[in-house]
């Protein structure tokens, strides 16, 4: 059983007001004076929990992967098939993306802030979700031939992964869609090619 120490809720009521504060104005124009004001606590205070505003901007990043990778692997390994895996992955990530917009646009937006000394081992993070997606993909071409009508599967999971991310963007929690039944309808319009 996970304990959450006083500490930890007080690390994670930073994140998360980091991440609002990045999301509205920008990783550059975000002081750490600022998110501690925002906080509630000293600057000395603040520093005691996160040592930088990119330490901030990494532990975001980390958090966002950690999260995506864990259910990334759930889906693959409890889908009945490699179609299966692949709309629900699509799915899943859609209402995901939907769901978590301010962190979703602060990690599009500002992955070029991420200092270089950690970038790659994020980056390389990122990697190992979507090549869980292209596994899925190359399964199901590998078990129905031709289904990607020539289409390379990174080239499929890269427009997926377009379009997935891009919701961020767009969604509106006031519109006729919730996260899930949005994520049900462009997992079936990306998928619909494999299925004939």
């Given amino acids: 059983?996970?304990?959450?120490?006083?500490?930890?809720?007080?690390?994670?009521?930073?994140?998360?007001?980091?991440?609002?504060?990045?999301?509205?104005?920008?990783?550059?124009?975000?002081?750490?004076?600022?998110?501690?004001?925002?906080?509630?606590?000293?600057?000395?205070?603040?520093y005691h929990y996160f040592r930088s505003k990119e330490e901030l901007l990494v532990r975001i990043y980390s958090e966002v992967l950690d999260e995506s990778l864990e259910g990334a692997r759930k889906t693959v390994e409890g889908a009945t098939s490699p179609?299966?895996?692949?709309?629900?992955?699509i799915a899943s990530r859609v209402a995901y993306t939907c769901e978590n917009q301010q962190i979703l646009k602060v990690c599009f937006e500002e992955e070029h802030e991420l200092p270089a000394e950690l970038a790659d081992e994020l980056l390389a993070r990122r990697k190992v979700f979507e090549d869980l997606f292209a596994a899925a993909?190359?399964?199901h071409e590998a078990a129905h031939p031709g289904s990607?009508?020539?289409?390379?599967?990174?080239?499929?999971?890269?427009a997926c992964l377009g379009a997935?991310?891009?919701?961020?963007?767009?969604?509106?929690?006031?519109?006729?869609?919730?996260p899930d039944d949005l994520g049900g309808q462009i997992a079936a319009t990306l998928t619909a090619p494999l299925e004939t």
């Fill in 1 to 46: 059983m996970t304990t959450t120490t006083r500490a930890d809720a007080q690390r994670a009521r930073v994140l998360a007001i980091s991440t609002e504060i990045f999301s509205r104005q920008g990783f550059r124009a975000t002081s750490m004076n600022e998110i501690a004001a925002a906080v509630g606590l000293s600057k000395p205070t603040l």
């Fill in 83 to 89: 179609l299966a895996a692949i709309r629900e992955l």
């Fill in 164 to 178: 997935i991310n891009w919701c961020y963007k767009w969604y509106r929690p006031s519109g006729p869609s919730t």
């Fill in 137 to 139: 993909v190359e399964a």
């Fill in 148 to 158: 990607l009508r020539g289409v390379a599967p990174r080239v499929y999971v890269n």
